[in-house]
């Protein structure tokens, strides 16, 4: 439930800083490419995916009842599961991003490691190691490669 609550309260945080945001009116900037448009609808997504994961960690609290003093056993174990994901988006920003580096190449890297992370057990379990890894690869390459032409070629933003 912290978790979610901590989204919430991210997305709200986002949503606030988008809307302080100058608007460039005195430059007849058009509404719609106003410069926190997009951070404010993000944040706004954040916290409203943030309420949903809230919605359902208490619905399905209220189904299988924890036992006694189990009420956040989970934390330790999602926060072990987050720092390795926040650490490597701290690397990805500061070691990549501007240095001359291919975008889509080190945005591919970053959501295969991601990927890797958060499944690795699963496929290890499984025994599709291989074929998780595969379909990991795809996915992170096709991601970035629409994210960067997206970026570039509809919101007219040059990445680094």
Known sequence: M???????????????????MDRLEKMNIEP???????P?????????????LAWRERGAAAATPAPAGDAEAGAPGELRRVLPILALAVVWVVGT????????????????AWIALLRWRDWRASGSVAR????????AVVACTVIAVLFEDVFLVRLP
């Open 2 to 20: 912290r978790v979610a609550l901590g989204w919430v309260v991210l997305g709200l945080a986002v949503a606030v800083g988008g809307w302080r």
């Open 97 to 112: 991003l501007g240095r001359g580096l291919p975008f889509v190449a080190t945005s591919a890297a970053l959501v295969l």
């Open 132 to 139: 998780g890894l595969g379909t990991a690869v795809a996915i």
């Open 40 to 52: 404010g609808v993000l944040g706004v997504l954040m916290a409203v995916f943030g309420a949903v």
């Open 32 to 38: 719609w490419s106003a410069p926190g448009l997009v």
